[in-house]
């Protein structure tokens, strides 16, 4: 469906336009609509001519346009002082010194920006300051998804410090309200929990600086009125883009009115914004839908292909990654012989990870050489065009592991820069895995950086794929550049030159695909996903332990962006790690050379389904979660691809459980399926009764089938293909 309202919209907006500032508006004319298919935002400009917030979430929810508004409870981004009593979204102090902010209306736009997306830019102004706050609205009609973000500036007589500066603070008015947040640690990445909000303040947050997430991730579920249900209820999803410090607030009153103040983290981080200059907060992302939380993942997914991710449309290669296999212990001709083994099991591509590099101080441990940048000679004489080209010969694409941000004090980099690195005065340094961050905040660190990337992958076209590693955080965050009046900057600006650097990046090199990688999932966030194709979710790459991080980052991120690699870790039945693997952009971490024959066939025939048949679906499907691992002994899930021609379930058995009905979600209820096992082991058959059977999809969905998995890692894939 194209954008039927957006017109209407527009219509809305040029009379509101033509009528501010005038006194006599009516009140309908003072409100804001912002519709996506199914959800939309109400805003209303009161006789005190601040924006208020009348609604967000269903469509048929009827709005009551007050004759005046009694309280500054529900104003929609609101400053601090001058009678806000809550956590406000914006806190400055002026030049001058006065705390207070009281932001009124000045004018408002809305821009067709194409037949599904319209920017809403709401323009208020201090009531006595020339200060400004921009609320920047985007709606993504078709996947009921709005992006909001603000933009402050200044024309005062000298910087204006900011202390609080959320992207977005909707408030939700409701019975009671259920949070449902994704927590963790390295190796224990998104953990699911929910809980019911009592009044007072809950906080979700990270203070690390340069990631967002390893206690937790910036995204979160919020169910009204009823714990979240996969498919039904009124569910919001929200997630941040920001990959430092942030905060999630949630803030419940004694009226039961429930406040989301999201962005990033105020903490140690007061702004001293100059005039003339904007500052822009990171963008969040909201979805609302009526039909549960499963829904709330499919419109981030459909968005996220879209606009969310680089090249979301294009197949994620089936990569081989040494890490798990070599670590750091590995020469030329064990790179070679990988390659090898990558085409013997059919992978599209070998991706060399850490420890190529350093010479004089090599990096053959986590020691030292980080920083670097030039191929070891010892190891990899011939440099990287060799690999690739070698990799080329056996039609398997190359890829290279960077970690560019960071330092180990036992590096040539460090021997001439060691003011380049991020670190307090007067205390000893803290490294963390050896190595310190670099400040890129100091333009020389960050063209270095952006060197570091542009001489590696200009070395030979034949690189094709990287990976993006940020193995620490920060935990003295000074800079030996910034002024002493500016060092509570260093962590904001540091994530904005990141930025810069990983847009450099997709821009030089739109071939060179990309993956997101911080000490296993540390930096998953749609701030940095924006330059990248995928991310590695963990360094736990046990297929128990993945199903549930894939079941947690399937909230948010679509398939095709969690890397999900075979591994021998947890020693799980091969096949159960494979049928894991192909429910997310399939891959492999082991020495192929060390593998059976039997194995490397179980290998190469899992690659060539999941290639030939499964990775669309997968990768470009809608996700229907069918029963949480958190539940009970089984766990599974279907893609039904976009046209419902196709459809592949997976169902995982976690622990021994007698076999009972499971019914299958998203087919077209109308049309006829094939029903087929695949992956069996060789000269197997299946023994799911209905397989080889044809069925409608509605007969399908309500009266299920009965898996024959029942015993721990048993596990089961089934396709099912329309016949008409
Ligand atoms: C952490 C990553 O998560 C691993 O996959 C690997 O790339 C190592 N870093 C390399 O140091």
Redesign the pocket.
């Known amino acids: 469906m194209k954008h039927p309202c957006l017109f209407l919209v527009l219509i809305c907006f040029s009379i509101i336009k033509a009528y501010s500032g005038v006194p006599a508006d009516t009140l309908k004319e003072r409100l804001i609509s912002i519709p996506t298919a199914h959800s939309k935002l109400t805003l209303f400009r009161a006789a005190d001519n601040r924006i208020y917030q009348l609604a967000y979430g269903r469509t048929d929810q009827e709005i009551s346009i007050p004759a005046n508004i009694a309280g500054r409870e529900d104003e929609f981004l609101p400053p601090s002082g001058n009678g806000f009593i809550w956590e406000p979204a914006i806190q400055a102090f002026h030049a001058d010194g006065n705390t207070s902010t009281d932001l009124v209306f000045v004018r408002q736009s809305v821009k067709a920006i194409d037949n599904n997306v319209s920017l809403t830019r709401i323009e208020l102004k201090d009531s006595y300051y020339p200060f400004y706050v921009t609320i920047c609205i985007k709606a993504y009609y078709n996947e009921d998804l709005i992006e909001q973000w603000a933009e402050i500036s200044h024309k005062e007589n000298g910087p204006v410090t900011l202390f609080r500066f959320a992207s977005s603070s909707p408030v939700f008015h409701a019975r009671n309200y259920w949070l449902s947040q994704f927590y963790g640690a390295y190796k224990k990445e998104f953990q699911m929990v929910e809980e019911k909000l009592t009044p007072g303040i809950k906080v979700l947050d990270s203070k690390l600086g340069v990631r967002a997430q390893q206690m937790r991730n910036p995204s979160f579920i919020l169910s009204v009125n009823d714990s979240a249900r996969e498919d039904s209820g009124d569910v919001y999803g929200g997630t941040l883009g920001w990959s430092g410090s942030f905060q999630l607030s949630f803030e419940m009153d004694n009226a039961n009115r429930l406040r989301a103040l999201c962005g990033i983290n105020p903490f140690g981080s007061q702004y001293k914004l100059q005039p003339g200059k904007v500052f822009t907060t990171p963008s969040m992302y909201w979805t609302f839908s009526t039909e549960g939380k499963g829904q709330v993942s499919r419109n981030f997914h459909r968005w996220a292909l879209k606009y969310g991710i680089r090249d979301g449309q294009k197949p994620r290669p089936v990569v081989v990654?040494n890490?798990?296999a070599t670590g750091m212990k590995f020469d030329e001709s064990t790179i070679v012989s990988l390659f090898d083994g990558a085409k013997q099991i059919g992978a599209d591509l070998f991706l060399l990870?850490?420890?190529w590099f350093g010479n004089k101080y090599p990096r053959d441990t986590?020691k030292s050489g980080l920083g670097d940048w030039d191929a070891n000679k010892v190891r990899l004489p011939q440099g990287l065009p060799y690999l690739a080209k070698e990799a080329q010969k056996r039609n398997v694409k190359f890829g290279i592991?960077l970690?560019p941000e960071m330092v180990n004090p036992l590096t040539e980099l460090f021997e001439n820069h060691p003011e380049w690195a991020i670190g307090e005065p007067h205390r000893e340094p803290q490294l963390s895995r050896n190595q310190l961050v670099l400040d890129l905040t100091r333009p020389e660190a960050k063209e270095y950086v952006w060197n570091v990337i542009d001489k590696t992958f200009s070395q030979s076209s034949d690189i094709s794929y990287t990976?993006w590693?940020c193995?620490r955080y920060v935990t003295q965050p000074g800079s030996t550049y910034l002024k002493p009046d500016e060092q509570s900057h260093l962590l904001i600006d540091y994530n904005f030159a990141l930025y810069d650097i990983m847009g450099r990046m997709a821009k030089k090199y739109p071939n060179v695909m990309a993956m997101v990688?911080?000490?296993?999932g540390g930096r998953v966030d749609y701030g940095a996903l924006k330059y990248f194709h995928s991310f590695?979710p963990?360094?736990n790459t046990d297929p128990v332990r993945r199903i549930y991080m894939q079941w947690g980052y399937s909230h948010f991120f679509p398939a095709n962006t969690i890397a999900s690699h075979v591994t021998n870790m947890g020693k799980r039945p091969l096949r159960f790690a494979i049928n894991v693997a192909m429910s997310g952009a399939l891959g492999v971490d082991m020495d192929i050379r060390k593998n059976t024959p039997e194995e490397r066939n179980v290998l190469a025939a899992g690659i060539k389904l999941y290639k030939e048949n499964l990775r669309e679906i997968v990768q470009q499907g809608d996700l229907y979660r069918l029963e949480s691992p958190y539940e009970g002994p089984r766990a599974s899930l279907d893609y039904v691809a976009v046209d419902k021609s196709k459809a592949v379930l997976f169902i995982y058995q976690l622990k021994a459980g007698s076999p009972v009905v499971l019914k299958p979600r998203g087919l077209d209820p109308l049309r006829k399926y094939r029903i087929k096992e695949v992956n069996l082991p060789e000269n197997e058959s299946s023994k799911l009764a209905i397989d080889g059977k044809v069925l409608d999809g509605a007969t399908l969905m309500r009266d299920g089938l009965i898996p024959t998995s029942k015993n721990e890692f048993d596990s089961m894939v089934i396709e099912f293909s329309t016949t008409n």
């Open positions: 990654n890490w798990e990870d850490d420890g986590p592991w970690e990976k590693d193995n990688c911080s000490g296993g590695w963990s360094d």
